[in-house]
């Protein structure tokens, strides 16, 4: 089982800056990519930000140049800094992670509960 525990939500005025960072426990598993999802009220939930163990990353367009994603492999972390904050980005923030039972094994989709972000302008 993985488990993701995330932390450092909170409210902040736009052009703030908050760090998300998600902390997993991994039973046997190995953790393959790691991301961040948001989901703001009345729409969809969204991929914000994903990398691999690797590090190789990948960024939504509406976050790109303001947020950094970033992984600790010895300490099962992925974190998220974002800067310049705007009213869109408020949402809950979601870790995400796949894992699997060995390398190149079937991978198993893990969500942690959830983190609050509010920006108001």
């Known amino acids: 089982q993985v488990q993701l525990v995330e932390s450092g939500g909170g409210s902040v005025q736009a052009g703030g800056s908050l760090r998300l960072s998600c902390v997993a426990s991994?039973?046997?598993?190995?953790?393959?990519?790691m991301a961040w999802y948001r989901q703001a009220p009345g729409r969809q939930r969204e991929l914000v930000a994903d990398i691999t163990r690797e590090g190789n990353i990948n960024y939504a367009g509406s976050v790109w140049g303001r947020f950094t994603i970033s992984r600790d492999n010895a300490r099962d972390t992925v974190s998220l800094q974002m800067n310049s904050l705007q009213p869109e980005d408020t949402a809950v923030y979601y870790c995400?992670?796949?894992?699997?039972?060995?390398?190149?094994?079937?991978?198993?989709?893990?969500w942690g509960q959830g983190t609050q972000v509010t920006v108001s302008s």
């Open positions: 995400h992670a796949l894992a699997s039972r060995w390398s190149g094994a079937t991978e198993y989709a893990y």
């Open positions: 991994r039973r046997g598993f190995i953790l393959n990519t």
